[in-house]
């Protein structure tokens, strides 16, 4: 079914948002969409569940990974209970938010895509003159400020690896921004996935070394040292560091809306969350078992030596320079339309406003 110009497809969804599969005439409606929207991303670089999961895990197993012991140190089991508990409320909020871009169609009661974005979500609960406008800009605020985050964290990763150089973190931060702006060239979120692709590689690269290390010194692992009762006072530190460890809402309507199948976006983000929660829980739990009271806040700097912490400060600044595109093309969907350009052209025009985009946000980083 097409409705000017947009496609919109038949699914019905369980109070868990689960798609399912009716009567034969409404399977080969489905079956009839699924043929043509796979020609149709064919053309628009659809990207693949497997593809989308590589975004998501871009996203919630980010720099904050090696902030988690830390949170344990905290927060004892009950942050172990958290990162469980908060990957559940990520992913059922994660799909009502999905579900709510979809209206029940007035003839046959099930469920069609209106919806895109966000903000289109806004504009219907609270209008178009103040609600898609307010959401627009938050969207944009948290967007290009994870975008700014990355290239601090890059600068920062950088000046410490090299102090002998005694360079100022803002020149880091500059040369930083220097591989980022091929980026600008960037017209599919298939492109992004390769990025985010590279990134789950450094990724385990890192945690491997890390885990690695971690596993020569069990023999001096106490496990009396993790706490049953909650500190008050500390536990909100770890709890935010959960929390925000797993926000990965903020890209989940552009994935869902570039996905060659629609219908496979709950699982895939079901089963992101639920490798994410149990990779987490035991890197959390053997980090802190390594280093108990001495865990540092980034446990990178409980490393042994000054090379290794190198080692791993610099596949860091890596790892940030992948997770950079995910943000900046969500970014771009977004804004570039209000200027009347396509995220999918080449255009001199659109290259310029790219550039110009990663230049505020090099900007807004010094």
């Known amino acids: 079914m097409m409705n000017n110009g947009r496609s919109k497809f038949t699914v019905r969804f369980t109070p868990f948002t689960t798609y399912k599969r009716f009567n034969n005439e409404t399977d080969q409606l489905f079956l009839h969409y699924e043929e043509e929207k796979e020609r149709h991303t064919s053309t628009t670089h659809g990207i693949t569940a497997l593809e989308a999961a590589l975004n998501v895990t871009n996203a919630i197993q980010g720099m904050f990974l090696v902030s988690l012991p830390y949170s344990v140190y905290h927060g004892g089991y009950?942050?172990?209970?958290?990162?469980?508990?908060?990957?559940?409320?990520?992913?059922?909020?994660?799909?009502?938010?999905?579900?709510?871009?979809?209206?029940?169609?007035?003839?046959?009661?099930?469920?069609?895509?209106?919806?895109h974005s966000y903000v289109d979500i806004a504009e219907t609960v609270w209008g178009k003159r103040f609600g898609g406008r307010i959401l627009f800009i938050a969207q944009n605020i948290e967007l290009l400020m994870t975008c700014i985050l990355y290239l601090v964290l890059c600068g920062e990763l950088l000046a410490g690896s090299f102090p002998q150089f005694q360079i100022p973190v803002r020149y880091w931060i500059c040369l930083s921004c220097l591989f980022t702006l091929p980026y600008s060239f960037i017209r599919s979120l298939r492109l992004v996935s390769r990025f985010s692709a590279g990134n789950a590689v450094v990724h385990l690269i890192i945690n491997m070394i890390i885990i690695i290390y971690c596993l020569t010194q069990a023999s001096m692992w106490d496990w009396s040292k993790i706490q049953l009762r909650i500190n008050i006072a500390s536990f909100p530190t770890s709890l935010g560091i959960i929390v925000f460890s797993y926000t990965s809402q903020i890209f989940l309507p552009t994935l869902e809306d570039n996905m060659r199948y629609p219908h496979q976006f709950n699982a895939m983000l079901v089963l992101?969350?639920?490798?994410?929660?149990?990779?987490?829980?035991?890197?959390?739990?053997?980090?802190?078992?390594?280093?108990?009271?001495?865990?540092?806040?980034?446990?990178?700097?409980?490393?042994?030596?000054?090379?290794?912490?190198?080692?791993?400060?610099?596949?860091?600044?890596?790892?940030?320079?992948?997770?950079?595109?995910?943000?900046?093309?969500?970014?771009?969907?977004?804004i570039l339309p209000k200027f009347s350009l396509s995220n999918e052209m080449t255009t001199w025009k659109t290259i310029l406003a790219r550039i110009i985009l990663i230049l505020s946000t090099l900007i807004m980083a010094l």
């Not at 490393?303 to 771009?332: D, E, G, M």
């Open 78 to 115: 009950w942050s172990l209970l958290a990162l469980i508990v908060v990957a559940w409320i990520c992913t059922y909020t994660g799909q009502i938010l999905i579900s709510c871009l979809y209206e029940p169609s007035p003839s046959t009661g099930l469920l069609m895509k209106v919806r």
């Open 272 to 334: 992101s969350h639920v490798i994410a929660a149990v990779f987490k829980t035991g890197f959390a739990l053997i980090g802190f078992l390594t280093w108990q009271e001495q865990t540092s806040e980034v446990i990178t700097n409980n490393l042994p030596t000054q090379q290794l912490r190198i080692v791993i400060n610099l596949t860091l600044a890596i790892k940030a320079l992948l997770s950079y595109p995910l943000p900046y093309f969500a970014a771009c969907e977004l």
